[in-house]
Nanobody, 124 residues
């Protein structure tokens, strides 16, 4: 079974940084994209960043471009989300997922059945 475990969340001051990690197990060759989403209370889950694990093509939501960076360490089956210049509005539960698809758009990634349990990020 595919399992995803997020880590690295916590509390940060505004303008600070955090690095989230999404470590996967049980992946098959069909899983070729990993995405980060976030959800804050009362809001819908929104896409943050995604990466094709083969080739490394990345996609970012407009509201995090230049602020967040997604990367991967294939040897560790881990995808990272480096979050810099954090703002209070970045406060949310952050989730990663994985999917096998020809597109790593958020609309496609959202359809994944494989999600982690989430890691809370709080910015004050």
């Amino acid at each position: 079974d595919v399992q995803l475990v997020e880590s690295g969340g916590g509390s940060a001051q505004a303008e600070g940084s955090l690095r989230l990690a999404c470590t996967a197990s049980g992946l098959t060759t069909t899983h070729n994209a990993v995405a980060w989403f976030r959800q804050s209370p009362g809001k819908e889950r929104e896409g943050v960043a995604s990466i094709f694990t083969r080739g490394g093509t990345t996609t970012y939501a407009d509201y995090v471009k230049g602020q967040f960076t997604i990367s991967q360490d294939s040897a560790k089956n881990t995808v990272y989300l480096q979050m810099d210049s954090l703002r209070p509005e970045d406060t949310a539960m952050y989730y990663c997922n994985t999917i096998g698809a020809s597109s790593a758009s958020f609309d496609v990634c959202r359809r994944s059945n494989h999600w982690g349990q989430g890691t809370q990020v709080t910015v004050s």
